[in-house]
């Protein structure tokens, strides 16, 4: 009975009994130091998917459950204090940067990697758990940390690498090493924390977005019939109910399916973005632009630059846009003094 009771207690990550245990706003319980290593590679509860957004990052232990699993099983309460490594809030971290372009979390890349300094940058990530760098575009303050998830190495020193990117990170202050390499100071990058009368608002145009990615994605297979089944595994099967994380996932999808994989000059705006609403919208624009593109005849790079810069302008200038129906982004334009449209 007593081993049953121990079962209730179990971290679903390392499968031992709860160690300073730490319960999220989900009410999901993990031990702290399995949470804080799961938060670094996904800002969602590893049970139920749950935003973990704004939690701090110390982790408080919750003490009444604590408590409670010492009273039950003092001895192995005990013994895990022993053998558990210790926690370490992470609220700045060193990383060194890959400075190629602005990469989404959830994107993956393969990489032939040759430099010298960024052949450093590989061996050195491979010292870590799980093996991390930062990468963006050159001089942006905004980077992505990406996992090397497969790594080959020749007899010549070059990696050829596959990495997967996983969270949004600013950075602090950086410098050039020794090796020319640039390394950075960061701290996590979140959305801004929601209001309770936004979450209605952000709400239907989460569905919206929602609806336009699946429709992408049918609509891409349809007519081209092609679709990378990697990227779909790495995004995972169903859109994410978090509204940061949405925005984020069909950026993400956006840029790896066809026709416009060249939309890379959205990325950085998604990347720091801190509205959720926002970045939504501009993501569903972008949407609406591949729809068209798909819809119609083929278009000339000159019209499909036109029709993402004109997202991005409206984005920039105007604030959120108006989605109005199933067909068209409206926004109301103060340079242009009259409504823009971006049909899909």
């Known amino acids: 009975a007593a081993a049953e009771n121990l079962d209730e207690f179990e971290c679903s990550i390392c499968v031992e009994l709860l160690y300073e245990p730490y319960t999220g706003p989900c009410g999901h319980s993990f031990c702290r130091r399995c949470a804080g290593e799961a938060r ?38 005990a013994a895990r204090a022993n053998e558990a490594p210790p926690f370490v809030p992470v609220t700045e971290r060193t990383l060194g940067v890959f400075q190629l372009y602005h990469v989404l979390p959830q994107q993956r890349l393969q990489l032939h990697i040759f430099e010298p300094r960024y052949r450093q940058l590989v061996a050195r990530a491979r010292q870590r758990e799980p093996p991390t760098f930062a990468m963006a575009g050159p001089g942006a303050q905004v980077l992505c940390e990406v996992e090397i998830t497969s790594l080959d190495q020749s007899r010549d020193g070059r990696y050829y690498i596959e990495v997967v990117g996983r969270r949004r990170l600013r950075c602090e202050r950086d410098w050039q090493d020794n090796s020319n390499l640039r390394v950075a100071v960061v701290s996590e990058l979140t959305d801004d924390a929601i209001l309770p009368q936004q979450e209605a608002t952000l709400a239907a145009a989460a569905a919206a977005l929602t609806a336009a990615s699946q429709c992408l994605i049918r609509v891409t297979f349809q007519r081209t019939g092609r679709l990378d089944m990697g990227t779909m595994e790495v995004l995972g099967a169903d859109p994410p109910s978090d509204f940061e994380a949405l925005g984020l996932w069909s950026a993400a999808l956006v840029n790896e399916l066809p026709p416009l994989r060249a939309v890379r000059d959205i990325r950085l705006h998604v990347l720091r973005e801190t509205d959720s609403l926002r970045r939504m919208h501009l993501v569903q624009a972008v949407i609406h632009a591949c729809l068209d593109e798909l819809d119609a005849a083929p278009a000339t790079m000159l019209d499909r630059v036109v029709r993402i810069s004109r997202a991005l302008l409206d984005y920039r200038e105007l604030g959120p846009f108006t989605l109005v129906g199933a067909g068209a982004a409206c926004v109301a334009c103060r340079t242009w003094g009259q409504m823009a449209m971006v049909f899909v």
């Open 40 to 77: 670094r590679r996904d800002p969602r509860c590893p049970t139920c998917r749950a935003s973990w957004r704004g939690v701090p990052a110390n982790l408080p232990v919750s003490s009444a459950l604590a408590t409670a699993i010492r009273r039950l099983a003092p001895a192995e309460y």
